[in-house]
């Protein structure tokens, strides 16, 4: 079920404690996003995003290349990064590319047929093609770095690994998910206890005050002081989530693609004496 790989991830972050910096600067940019949506607006905090999710990816590139190298020092982070970032960063826009294009045309249909306004029967029917577009591709990345894999074929293999393992990888989307909801429910319980002298009043909220509460009420209930502990609240998470679902994700491809270094095809034949000659 992928138990024995996540102990294993956990054990390399443990081993190869820089491989924590994708973990940290991300929390360092969660910070700032949440800062920045209320100081500027979320004009600014949106293009920071988008800066942000290339830099990101830049990291955990090199995450995974030194993973694969056994080798968790910076310059192999920084290596592997600049080495892998268009193989990875280029399949993630074709992805992503499809899905929007699924999705306009999910929309065109719906609306010659008379559906247009169901809206519920249309996010059902994109997600079906969603949730297994991205659970079959999802590996694209590790194939990429750990076969030096070129874009569709990172893709195709994704793909591949995937379909030919699919209970294993429930498994691993489920402790995933369960570590991710262990951490965000922890994490909640310290920030409503930090802030319960803030928050108490909604104690005494009719059913109908909590229907109508609105995030912006949130915001001026918590105050500044809340803004920042929330900002603190979101860094420990991003850096406790991000770095071991990085690993686990290393390890477990590994484990159930074999560690296949995949290269270049070749063709060609053996002699009577069992010799190989490649054309």
Request: net charge neutral; charged share 15%; aromatic share 14%.
């Amino acid at each position: 079920m992928g138990l024995n790989e996540f102990k294993e991830a956990i054990g390399l972050l443990f081993r190869m404690p820089l491989l924590w910096i994708a973990g940290l600067a991300g929390g360092a940019f969660a910070v700032i996003i949440w800062l920045t949506t209320f100081s500027s607006g979320a004009f600014f905090a949106s293009r920071l995003i988008v800066i942000f999710s290339l830099v990101l990816l830049f990291l955990t590139t090199g995450m995974l290349a030194a993973i694969r190298k056994n080798d968790g020092s910076l310059r192999a982070q920084f290596d592997g990064g600049l080495q892998y970032y268009f193989r990875v960063l280029l399949p993630q826009i074709v992805i992503g590319f499809i899905l929007m294009l699924v999705m306009f045309l999910c929309s065109i249909i719906f609306a010659l047929i008379g559906l247009g306004s169901d809206i519920g029967l249309i996010m059902s029917l994109t997600f079906g093609f969603m949730l297994p577009t991205l659970m079959l591709t999802f590996f694209f990345d590790t194939a990429a770095v750990f076969e030096d894999s070129r874009v569709f074929d990172s893709i195709k293999r994704s793909m591949l690994v995937v379909s030919e393992h699919m209970l294993e990888t429930l498994g691993f989307f489920i402790i995933s998910a369960l570590y991710c909801m262990g951490v965000i429910f922890g994490l909640m319980i310290i920030w409503e206890a930090v802030l319960f002298d803030k928050l108490k009043p909604l104690m005494d909220f009719t059913e109908e005050q909590k229907q109508a509460f609105t995030p912006e009420q949130l915001i001026a209930m918590i105050g500044p002081d809340g803004i920042w502990i929330t900002a603190v609240v979101l860094f420990i998470g991003v850096l406790v989530i991000l770095p071991v679902l990085v690993s686990y994700k290393a390890c477990f491809y590994r484990k159930i693609s074999g560690d296949a270094q995949a290269g270049p095809m070749t063709t060609g034949e053996y002699d009577s004496k069992g010799r190989w000659y490649k054309y």
